[in-house]
């Protein structure tokens, strides 16, 4: 993983009027912690930090902090925690922790699903059910994800962890029984349920003439 850059600069202030004004002025306030050195509050630009986690790594990215007047304080981290808005499509606050870049670490790789599975021709659904998996490497030698081939999927059959093919020097930590991707049966609709949904639409309408009258 190429170890992007991030500016940011000291942010002294902790009044809740203060943090508002910094999202406001485009920043994001964030915290910079680890390694037992004191925890540093920060702000980083938005723009700056969007363009880092829409890129390899997304939200688990390993990156180089660069303090603006505090040379002494920044240093090799990772996006350890990410605060969104509820409700809107927006960034509250964010979490570095500082890395050793010598020192195998813990974070997340996004999995990517190769080709069209077989089964799908024959009526079945992809069922993915895991996105992404813990692995633990050195900072640089985290992937930017890990590619699976569902392509020879037929229906009712299943892709887990343990398929993964990871680099040498990356562990795959999530159990190898947890299942990626499966491809599911087509619905068959019995004569019973036929029948069931018929006589449901049938009492729908006689409710709704009695009611008219």
Same mark, same amino acid.
């Given at each position: 993983?190429?170890?992007?850059?991030?500016?940011?600069?000291?942010?002294?202030?902790?009044?809740?009027?203060?943090?508002?004004?910094?999202?406001?002025?485009?920043?994001?306030?964030?915290?910079?912690?680890?390694?037992?050195?004191?925890?540093?509050?920060?702000?980083?630009?938005?723009?700056?930090?969007?363009?880092?986690?829409?890129?390899?790594?997304?939200?688990?990215?390993?990156?180089?902090? @660069? *303090?603006?007047?505090?040379?002494?304080? $920044?240093?090799? &981290?990772?996006?350890?925690? #990410?605060?969104?808005?509820?409700?809107? /499509?927006?960034?509250?606050?964010?979490?570095?922790?500082?890395?050793?870049?010598?020192?195998?670490?813990?974070?997340?790789?996004?999995?990517?699903?190769?080709?069209?599975?077989?089964?799908?021709?024959?009526?079945?659904?992809?069922?993915?059910?895991?996105?992404?998996?813990?692995?633990?490497?050195?900072?640089?030698?985290?992937?930017?994800?890990?590619?699976?081939?569902?392509?020879?999927? @037929? *229906?009712?059959?299943?892709?887990?962890? $343990?398929?993964? &093919?990871?680099?040498?020097? #990356?562990?795959?930590?999530?159990?190898? /029984?947890?299942?990626?991707?499966?491809?599911?049966?087509?619905?068959?609709?019995?004569?019973?349920?036929?029948?069931?949904?018929?006589?449901?639409?049938?009492?729908?309408?006689?409710?709704?003439?009695?009611?008219?009258?």
């Amino acid at each position: 993983m190429e170890l992007q850059t991030i500016k940011a600069s000291l942010r002294p202030a902790r009044k809740k009027s203060d943090i508002r004004r910094q999202r406001a002025q485009g920043l994001i306030p964030t915290v910079l912690y680890g390694l037992g050195r004191e925890p540093v509050s920060l702000a980083v630009p938005y723009p700056d930090f969007l363009k880092v986690t829409h890129s390899a790594g997304g939200e688990h990215a390993v990156v180089q902090i @660069e *303090v603006e007047g505090g040379a002494d304080m $920044g240093g090799p &981290a990772m996006i350890k925690a #990410v605060q969104h808005h509820p409700f809107k /499509d927006f960034i509250l606050h964010a979490d570095f922790q500082r890395i050793n870049l010598d020192e195998e670490i813990h974070t997340y790789v996004s999995i990517n699903l190769v080709g069209k599975p077989k089964g799908l021709q024959d009526g079945g659904v992809l069922d993915t059910q895991l996105r992404e998996v813990e692995v633990a490497c050195l900072a640089l030698d985290v992937p930017d994800q890990l590619d699976i081939d569902i392509s020879g999927l @037929e *229906v009712g059959e299943s892709l887990h962890v $343990g398929d993964l &093919a990871a680099p040498p020097t #990356v562990r795959v930590i999530t159990e190898a /029984d947890r299942t990626i991707a499966t491809v599911l049966a087509p619905r068959v609709v019995t004569e019973e349920e036929e029948a069931a949904e018929g006589e449901e639409e049938a009492a729908e309408e006689e409710g709704e003439e009695e009611g008219e009258g």
